[in-house]
């Protein structure tokens, strides 16, 4: 319906997932928690595991982007960062250390926020140079 607000929708795959929630009114996305506790090696990456499924809205794709302050204090940064709309598995995010230490991430931490953002699917074409 016209004016209808756009639902991300989700699953809890298990007791330890944690909701998708919002800082703020206006915050830009949803900040996701881990589900588990891990340790993420000075110069070394893991995949932390959110232990939700979700459902984006229509026309959207979920980008995952890095906390400014895990990035500025921590040195951790996201990769990978793009969950596409028919992704129905478990919500990993790609944790980056660029830092000289370990870093440990304790079960409900958050880790990343998703950022709902519309997309188009263009047709490809081969033209001549």
């Not at 795959?13 to 915050?27: F, H, V």
Request: charged letters at 25%; a neutral charge; aromatic letters at 8%.
């Amino acid at each position: 319906m016209p004016g209808d607000s756009p639902v991300l929708r989700f699953v809890k795959l298990s007791s330890k997932a944690y909701a998708p929630i919002k800082g703020s009114e206006k915050a830009a996305g949803f900040d996701l928690k881990s589900a588990y506790n891990y340790v993420i090696p000075s110069r070394g990456k893991e995949l932390v595991k959110t232990d939700l499924q979700i459902d984006l809205p229509e026309g959207c794709y979920g980008r995952v982007a890095p906390r400014s302050g895990l990035a500025w204090k921590n040195h951790i940064d996201v990769g990978a960062g793009v969950v596409d709309a028919d992704y129905r598995g478990n919500v990993g995010v790609v944790l980056f250390n660029h830092g000289p230490e370990d870093f440990i991430v304790k079960e409900g931490d958050r880790i990343a926020q998703l950022i709902c953002e519309r997309i188009l699917y263009p047709s490809i074409q081969e033209v001549e140079s």
